[in-house]
C-alpha cells in the first residue's frame, strides 16, 4: 500500500481526518514522533524544529536559512518512515519536499475560512473577530515562507493528488474517500517507485549533512551515486572537498561527485566591499 501525506490550513481538521484514514487502513501516523527523532539524531532542540514546520511561526522568529536546515533535517528523518511505508503523514510539510514518487498520495484538505474561524474561536478563547484575524495571519504566513523557501502556491491543486473539501465531507467520508484513492492500482508501489524511495532518502540525508554549509545546496541521488551542485565564490576547492566528504561519510553514499557553480553576483558583491 502507498504512503498518505496529508495536508491542511490552520485549523483546517487535517488531524483528524489523518487519524481517522490511518485507522482505516491500519497503518501509523507519521507526526510529531519525527520530529523527537530528528531532534535527537541531529541534535537540534525539538522545538526550533517544530518552529520551522509549523505555520503559526512568524516569519520573522527564523530566518530562511534557519529554517532550510531544520527542514532539511526534518526531511532525512521523515525519509525513513516513508522507506518503511504504511503511514499518513500529516503537518511536517512532507508534501513539499517529497516530489515525482507515484506510490506516495498527497491530500489537500480544504475547509472555508468560516469553519476554521470558528474552531479557533473555541480552540484558542477568541472572540470571533480575532480568530478571523488569527486564521488570516497564519495563511499568509504559511504562503510566504512556502513561496520563498520552494517556489510554489500551496494552494494549487495541481501539487495534489487530491483535494477535499471536508465541511461538504465531513471526517468519515473525507477518510473513506483518501483510502478508495490510495487503492487504486495507480498508488501500488512499484520497483521503479521503491527505487526512488530509497533515492530519495540518501539525498534528504546528505542534504541534511551538509545544508549548514549550504543551505541552498542540491542533492540528488542514483543507487548510491551522489551528485552535488552548490554555489561558491571563485574557486573553493576546500569547500568542495568538505562537502564531498561529509557526503561520503552518510550511510549509503558510494561515489559523490561535486558540481560548483561559480555565484557571479555574490563575487561581485564580495569585490566592492
Same mark, same amino acid.
Given at each position: 500500500?502507498?504512503? @498518505?501525506?496529508?495536508? $491542511?490550513?490552520?485549523?483546517?481538521?487535517?488531524?483528524?481526518?489523518?487519524?481517522?484514514?490511518? %485507522?482505516?487502513?491500519?497503518?501509523?501516523?507519521?507526526?510529531?514522533?519525527?520530529?523527537?527523532?530528528?531532534?535527537?539524531?541531529?541534535?537540534?532542540?525539538?522545538?526550533?524544529?517544530?518552529?520551522?514546520?509549523?505555520?503559526?511561526? *512568524?516569519?520573522?522568529?527564523?530566518?530562511?536559512?534557519?529554517?532550510?536546515?531544520?527542514?532539511?533535517?526534518?526531511?532525512?528523518?521523515?525519509?525513513?518512515?516513508?522507506?518503511?511505508?504504511?503511514?499518513?503523514?500529516?503537518?511536517?510539510?512532507?508534501?513539499?519536499? =517529497?516530489?515525482? @514518487?507515484?506510490?506516495?498520495?498527497?491530500?489537500?484538505?480544504?475547509?472555508?475560512?468560516?469553519?476554521?474561524?470558528?474552531?479557533?474561536?473555541?480552540?484558542?478563547?477568541?472572540?470571533?473577530?480575532?480568530?478571523?484575524?488569527?486564521?488570516?495571519?497564519?495563511?499568509?504566513?504559511?504562503?510566504?515562507?512556502?513561496?520563498?523557501?520552494? %517556489?510554489?502556491?500551496? #494552494? #494549487?491543486?495541481?501539487?495534489?493528488?487530491?483535494?477535499?473539501?471536508?465541511?461538504?465531507?465531513? @471526517?468519515?467520508?473525507?477518510? *473513506?474517500?483518501?483510502?478508495?484513492?490510495?487503492?487504486?492500482?495507480?498508488?501500488?508501489?512499484?520497483?521503479?517507485?521503491?527505487?526512488?524511495?530509497? #533515492?530519495?532518502?540518501?539525498? $534528504?540525508?546528505?542534504?541534511?549533512?551538509?545544508?549548514?554549509?549550504?543551505?541552498?545546496?542540491?542533492?540528488?541521488?542514483?543507487?548510491?551515486?551522489?551528485?552535488?551542485?552548490?554555489?561558491?565564490?571563485?574557486?573553493?576547492?576546500?569547500? *568542495?572537498?568538505?562537502?564531498? $566528504?561529509?557526503?561520503?561519510?552518510?550511510?549509503? $553514499?558510494?561515489? =559523490?561527485?561535486? *558540481?560548483?557553480?561559480?555565484?557571479?553576483?555574490?563575487?561581485?558583491?564580495?569585490?566592492?566591499?
Amino acid at each position: 500500500m502507498p504512503v @498518505i501525506i496529508i495536508s $491542511s490550513a490552520a485549523f483546517g481538521r487535517g488531524a483528524e481526518i489523518t487519524a481517522r484514514t490511518a %485507522g482505516l487502513l491500519g497503518y501509523r501516523i507519521a507526526g510529531p514522533e519525527v520530529l523527537a527523532a530528528a531532534a535527537q539524531r541531529h541534535g537540534v532542540p525539538e522545538e526550533r524544529l517544530r518552529q520551522a514546520v509549523n505555520e503559526s511561526a *512568524t516569519w520573522r522568529s527564523m530566518s530562511a536559512k534557519d529554517r532550510r536546515v531544520c527542514l532539511a533535517i526534518v526531511g532525512a528523518t521523515l525519509s525513513d518512515c516513508l522507506l518503511d511505508g504504511e503511514c499518513v503523514c500529516h503537518g511536517l510539510a512532507a508534501h513539499l519536499y =517529497v516530489t515525482g @514518487i507515484s506510490h506516495i498520495v498527497k491530500v489537500r484538505i480544504s475547509c472555508p475560512l468560516d469553519s476554521r474561524a470558528a474552531r479557533a474561536t473555541l480552540q484558542e478563547n477568541l472572540s470571533d473577530s480575532r480568530a478571523r484575524k488569527l486564521v488570516r495571519r497564519l495563511d499568509t504566513t504559511r504562503q510566504r515562507w512556502v513561496k520563498e523557501l520552494f %517556489g510554489v502556491d500551496e #494552494d #494549487d491543486p495541481a501539487n495534489f493528488d487530491v483535494v477535499i473539501e471536508v465541511e461538504r465531507t465531513g @471526517i468519515e467520508e473525507a477518510a *473513506t474517500l483518501i483510502v478508495d484513492v490510495a487503492r487504486q492500482r495507480r498508488f501500488q508501489p512499484m520497483s521503479y517507485s521503491l527505487k526512488q524511495v530509497r #533515492d530519495h532518502a540518501l539525498a $534528504s540525508k546528505v542534504r541534511a549533512a551538509l545544508v549548514d554549509v549550504d543551505p541552498g545546496v542540491v542533492v540528488r541521488a542514483n543507487d548510491g551515486n551522489v551528485r552535488i551542485e552548490t554555489k561558491v565564490l571563485g574557486t573553493e576547492s576546500e569547500k *568542495t572537498a568538505s562537502l564531498r $566528504s561529509r557526503a561520503l561519510a552518510v550511510p549509503g $553514499s558510494l561515489t =559523490v561527485e561535486v *558540481t560548483a557553480i561559480d555565484d557571479y553576483f555574490a563575487r561581485a558583491a564580495m569585490s566592492m566591499r
